[in-house]
């Protein structure tokens, strides 16, 4: 089909894939604020975080094996509540994707990057985020190679903060004590644990985002639900023991105020040069938003072909077969999302339209078994766990701020408006067409 995508992915490029995502999804920029919202004890939100994200995660998994398309959640949610759900969930996706890759751009052009060299934030982001496009445009293939060295690299420099972090306890010149202080001025102990399990979950986001590759992998079935869990399992003890030396290591306010709170435990060890980890954490960033920008570009084309979207953006280059309408698009809105807000304010909004997605694929599980003729050659999570699921999305929809709130519901309007639009077209256009279609001349 000339619309159509390569499956060219395997389970390794698809491991490295999601570890690559979650890896550069917030760690290195976010832990400090996780510290600001629940004190001393980063490692506790983390591990709430991971649970959280492996019970949606689950879900995921039996979806992406039985349905391997792309759009992902969007696909899903059409199929078991109907079209219109299906372009708020999709809508909602996009909006979380470009929220994402807003963010890490914006991100990239901090203190990790001024380590190195000291440039205008807007003109980063500009440059940053094309290239982004370019890579994304030039293939899959080429798009997942550099994905897994980015990720081999952003492992090495996680795995180094905790050597450092480690040698720094040996030493005696951390504060173990730290890692029981849970709990701030303005919140509780469990107040605390579910404030900072909110910005914590931006961390293990990005396993999401590879449903909408299941069109590209060569055998979904069987790679999908090894590569997820395979990454998240991974991402998880790499996180809670980078929280456990952050924690242990920097002062709590201290690590609350910096914008590259694991620098701040390359600065206490010593020895290692700032310029150094610095490149680590900007390979890092980059690559989560690059495999975000992956995944915002594959769901647009996605509900494109559904019909969810406007048609345009199921446009492909020929023979690269990559979705270049739907990256330009993508790309464009996170450009502006980077050069009007904060990290902080971009991740709490994912977090609430993401929230959103995964109460609704917890439902499509659930909803989508009762088909006449199911097929049974594909993962089947047990069916406690997207009930699980609804329950941990329903206690984080609580710790969400009203402004919060507003913000996304100002992103999800503007994201429903080119499906509304579009939806209107074809209402309108149907008619004319009927007329224009004669009955069949009987012999």
């Given amino acids: 089909m000339a619309n159509s995508l390569h499956r060219t992915v395997r389970t390794p490029l698809l491991y490295f894939f999601i570890l690559g995502d979650v890896l550069g999804a917030g760690v290195y920029i976010l832990v400090g604020q996780v510290a600001r919202e629940s004190g001393g004890a980063v490692w506790v939100p983390l591990l709430v975080a991971l649970v959280m994200a492996a019970l949606t995660a689950a879900s995921y998994a039996e979806l992406a094996t039985k349905y391997p398309r792309a759009g992902g959640s969007a696909h899903y949610v059409n199929r078991a509540l109907g079209p219109v759900a299906g372009a708020v969930i999709g809508c909602c996706m996009l909006a979380a994707g470009v929220v994402s890759v807003g963010a890490l751009a914006r991100g990239f052009a901090g203190d990790y990057l001024r380590a190195l060299i000291d440039l205008p934030t807007a003109a980063v982001i500009v440059v940053f985020l094309l290239a982004l496009a370019l890579l994304n445009l030039s293939g899959i293939k080429q798009s997942l190679g550099a994905n897994a060295v980015a990720t081999l690299i952003e492992l090495g420099g996680l795995v180094l903060i905790i050597v ?184 709490e909004t994912l977090v609430l339209l993401l929230l959103i997605v995964f109460t609704a694929v917890n439902l499509a599980v659930l909803i989508l078994r009762r088909e006449s003729g199911e097929a049974t050659d594909h993962f089947r999570v047990p069916t406690p766990i997207p009930y699980l699921g609804l329950l941990a999305c329903g206690f984080l929809f609580t710790r969400i701020e009203a402004a919060i709130w507003a913000r996304g519901a100002i992103l999800l309007a503007l994201a429903l408006l080119p499906a509304a639009a579009d939806l209107l077209r074809r209402k309108f256009r149907a008619p004319e067409d009927s007329e224009t279609v004669r009955p069949a001349r009987t012999p």
């Fill in 164 to 347: 450092l972090g480690g040698w720094v306890l040996l030493r005696g010149d951390g504060d173990p004590s730290r890692l029981t202080h849970l709990g701030t001025a303005e919140h509780g102990v469990v107040g605390a644990t579910l404030a900072g399990a909110v910005l914590a979950f931006y961390s293990f986001v990005g396993f999401e985002t590879s449903a909408n590759l299941a069109e590209e992998v060569s055998d979904p079935r069987r790679s999908y639900p090894r590569a997820l869990f395979g990454a998240l399992g991974t991402a998880g003890v790499v996180y809670v023991l980078i929280g456990i030396v952050a924690s242990a290591d920097v002062p709590t306010d201290r690590l609350s105020d910096s914008s590259g709170p694991l620098l701040e435990v390359v600065r206490l060890a010593g020895g290692v040069p700032d310029r150094l980890f610095g490149v680590i954490a900007l390979v890092a960033v980059a690559n989560g938003a690059l495999l975000t920008g992956i995944m915002c570009s594959r769901l647009a084309y996605g509900m494109a072909r559904d019909g969810l979207l406007p048609p345009l953006l199921s446009r492909v280059l020929p023979g690269r077969r990559t979705p270049w309408v739907a990256i330009l698009t993508t790309t464009a809105v996170s450009l502006v999302l980077a050069l009007t807000g904060e990290v902080a304010a971009l991740a």
